[in-house]
């Protein structure tokens, strides 16, 4: 994480700062990036609209790092609402964290709550790599559910900012004959971790990251590719390769998120790829808009102005 990111996040994430969150045009600057606060009847049109306009959706419920069990199970009830809500719509799946199901507390708990989503979901689980510490219990969780137990509808994500994220992927997906490919969804990588466990530069990273894409485009009979990135030059890398090898479209995917580079997502669908937005949603919103006022300083400017409209 650059120093500026560091900067940001420190200045924004502190009791004072976070009083903006009340602000009006501040809420509205910060839901360009986030769905809703809640799964209501207007955000379920906004979805339909968006699949009828060729998106695939991932919805992520905000939330993780639980060490409290009241917060798990609200969590888990907001998470059925939405689950019951988006039953009926097509090319849906849903995304959650582990650290909010309580890995934290045990994982025998994580488990459980686990089980009961995915035996009362009709829609694709996707789970989201955390930090270095939890990605081996998570590895575990993903394999006893999808390698054990057979739930096919069961995916998960790794992140090329780690040095370790080729041999875990070689061992744990390619290794192993699936009976039902699992999406393996390729992100950078977002967490703060030890400099002796992700590589050293941005250079490296998207090197890496490529590398990753191929392996898996290389192994389309085993997996189902997403990559999630707005790097267009790492799209373009991924979709030359794909014609070079005769790789279909059908045959992966790219996910960016909601708000963020919409051109590039607008281009992508009128150009025939298949393209997912994951839409985060839910009301611990600000800590996910701070990230990416983070990763997009000029926001800051949009956020200034926000502030200054509201003490006229």
């Given at each position: 994480?650059s ?9 924004f ?6 009083g903006?969150?009340?602000v ?5 600057l910060a839901?360009r990036?986030?769905?809703s606060?809640?799964v209501d009847?207007i955000f379920?049109?906004k979805?339909?609209?968006l ?5 695939r959706?991932?919805i992520?419920?905000?939330?993780e ?10 969590y888990i009830q907001?998470?059925n609402e939405?689950?019951?809500?988006v039953?009926?719509?097509n090319n849906?799946?849903?995304s959650?964290k582990l650290s ?6 045990e ?5 459980q709550n686990?089980?009961n ?5 009709n ?12 990605i081996?219990?998570?590895?575990n969780?993903?394999?006893?559910f999808?390698?054990?137990l ?7 994500t790794?992140?090329?900012y780690l ?5 875990d992927?070689d061992?744990r997906i390619?290794s192993f004959?699936w009976d039902s490919?699992p ?6 990588g977002?967490?703060?971790e030890?400099?002796d466990?992700i ?7 998207d090197?890496?990251?490529?590398n990753?894409?191929?392996k898996?485009?290389d192994?389309?009979?085993k ?5 999630a990135?707005?790097d267009?030059?790492l799209?373009e890398k991924?979709?030359n390769?794909?014609q070079y090898k005769?790789i279909?479209?059908?045959?992966f ?6 708000g963020?580079r919409?051109?590039l997502?607008?281009k992508i669908?009128?150009?025939?790829y298949n393209l997912?937005?994951y839409?985060p949603?839910?009301?611990?919103w ?5 990230r990416?006022l983070?990763e997009?300083?000029?926001n800051l400017l ?8 509201y003490?006229?």
């Open positions: 994480m120093l500026i990111k560091k900067a940001i996040i420190s200045i994430d502190n009791p004072i700062m976070r903006i969150s009340k009006d045009s501040i809420r509205k839901f990036y986030v769905g606060e809640q009847d379920i049109q979805m339909q609209n699949i009828n306009q060729g998106y959706i991932t992520s419920l905000l939330g790092q639980y060490n409290n069990s009241e917060k798990v199970q609200k907001n998470l939405i689950i019951n809500k039953s009926m719509l849906i799946s849903i959650v909010a199901l309580g890995i934290l507390l994982e025998n708990i994580c488990k686990l089980k989503i995915l035996d009362s979901c829609n694709r689980i996707h789970i989201d790599m955390e930090n270095s510490v939890l081996d219990s998570t590895l969780i993903f394999d006893f999808r390698k054990e057979k739930y096919n509808n069961l995916d998960i790794f992140q090329a040095y370790r994220t080729m041999k992927i061992d390619l004959d490919k999406i393996v969804r390729l992100c950078k977002a967490y703060k030890p400099f466990k590589l050293p530069s941005k250079s490296k990273i090197e890496n990251y490529y990753i894409a191929v898996l485009l192994n389309i009979s997996v189902y590719p997403a990559f990135t707005h267009h030059k799209i991924i979709k390769y794909c005769g279909s479209r059908d045959d995917e790219f996910q960016m998120l909601y963020v919409q051109d997502q607008k669908i009128e150009q025939g997912r937005i839409i949603v839910g009301s611990e600000y800590e996910y808009f701070v990416r983070a997009k300083p000029s949009l956020l200034f102005y926000s502030l200054v409209k003490e006229k």
